[in-house]
């Protein structure tokens, strides 16, 4: 069997037991943030009737409680198994943990090849004190203490206490390199202690990144350099025949998911309002021609679901589009935006050692 939408709904809302029209309604609204319209619910009610897979049960005129017979509860299950089956064939179901997630992303060609153009902007050199903010797990160290050679000092800063204690192993076999637990909307850091602070996928998350900025600007020395890597994720395009479930799909993740999901093309004009003076903007596009690969940093299915539990998606819609995904041939992209900002002023061009 095949439902449209609002009898899926139906069916779902029913899953726990008997209930009234309303009580179906205000269920379904739990589900997805929408009511259905009087006579798409009543339709459905009548549809799912005529094919046996609800019945009523005695009761008063409209009050009379309705619930799945046997076969609607079979339908149910059939049509929820339906997507986990295309997810179980290629996409992960579960959220993977924070660490393994982070360590895996940075071991992705894309990843690697937007962290070069960073570290090529941050242009760190022997003797300076560089910060790296939101360090992770810590992948950025190793780079930067070689940069900065024994004559200089790294500071990976992140507020995560696993992240913190992760990079710290980490950091432990690198010359002069440390990692701090800490915010860095506040830092236990001197004004113009700093030469430069390096930043990959942090801004995005923070509940204040002008905040950020500003104590960006406090931390530098004159002369000192911010580079931030963020990814923009308005510009998030997944080919299908179709647009309407790409755009859902981008829609979802922007309004949903992200908290700041433009940081990318905002970040220039936020660094100019902060006192930072804009040295380069690079858009680096970072290319996805293989699903899995996708999938493990978009959480094409997951976020699939909750697109669809939002009302973003009808469960058909994102039925269809998995399926399409996963046929391939696939391709998505996404923008990240490397900027370099400065603290105006004129500070020492090289190291402090
Ligand atoms: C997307 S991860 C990027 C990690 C790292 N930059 C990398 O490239 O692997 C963002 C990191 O920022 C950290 N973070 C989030 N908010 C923070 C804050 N207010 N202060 C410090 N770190 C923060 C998180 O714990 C997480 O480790």
Redesign the pocket.
């Known amino acids: 069997m095949r439902t449209n939408d609002a009898q899926m709904l139906v069916l779902s809302a029913l899953a726990d037991g008997p209930l009234h029209g309303y009580a179906v309604n205000t269920a379904v609204e739990r589900m997805t943030g929408a009511r259905l319209g009087r006579g798409s619910l009543s339709g459905a009610l009548a549809r799912l009737r005529d094919k046996q897979l609800i019945e009523y049960l005695p009761g008063e005129g409209r009050r009379r409680p309705v619930r799945l017979t046997d076969a609607g509860r079979s339908a149910l299950g059939r049509e929820l198994n339906a997507l986990a089956d295309v997810a179980g064939q290629l996409f992960e179901t579960v959220v993977p943990d924070?660490i393994a997630y982070?360590e895996r992303?940075?071991g992705t060609d894309q990843?690697r090849a937007y962290?070069q153009v960073l570290l090529d902007a941050l242009d760190a050199r022997p003797g300076q004190h560089l910060l790296?903010?939101?360090?992770?797990?810590g992948?950025?160290l190793p780079a930067l203490a070689r940069a900065a050679t024994a004559r200089g000092r790294v500071l990976g800063?992140?507020?995560?206490p696993r992240?913190a204690l992760r990079a710290a192993d980490l950091a432990a076999g690198l010359p002069n390199t440390a990692v701090l637990r800490?915010?860095?909307?506040r830092l236990p850091l001197a004004p113009g202690s700093a030469d430069r602070i390096r930043?990959?996928?942090?801004l995005?998350?923070?509940?204040d990144p002008v905040a950020?900025l500003a104590e960006a600007r406090r931390v530098l020395r004159p002369g000192g350099r911010l580079v931030a890597a963020e990814p923009d994720w308005g510009t998030l395009a997944v080919d299908h025949p179709d647009p309407a479930p790409a755009r859902a799909f981008t829609r979802h993740l922007t309004e949903r998911i992200v908290r700041n999901p433009l940081i990318g093309r905002r970040l220039p004009r936020l660094a100019e309002e902060s006192g930072l003076a804009v040295r380069a903007v690079v858009p680096v596009p970072v290319l996805f021609r293989e699903v899995r690969a996708a999938d493990r940093v978009l959480g094409l299915q997951r976020n699939t679901e909750r697109a669809v539990a939002a009302g973003y998606l009808t469960r058909e819609q994102a039925g269809e589009w998995l399926e399409h995904l996963a046929r391939g041939p696939f391709l998505a992209a996404v923008t990240v935006f490397v900027v370099t900002a400065e603290k105006p002023g004129p500070g020492p061009v090289g190291g402090v050692g």
């Open positions: 924070r982070q992303l940075n990843a962290q790296d903010w939101g360090c992770g797990t992948a950025a800063i992140d507020r995560d992240m800490a915010d860095v909307h930043t990959d996928r942090l995005q998350h923070l509940a950020a």
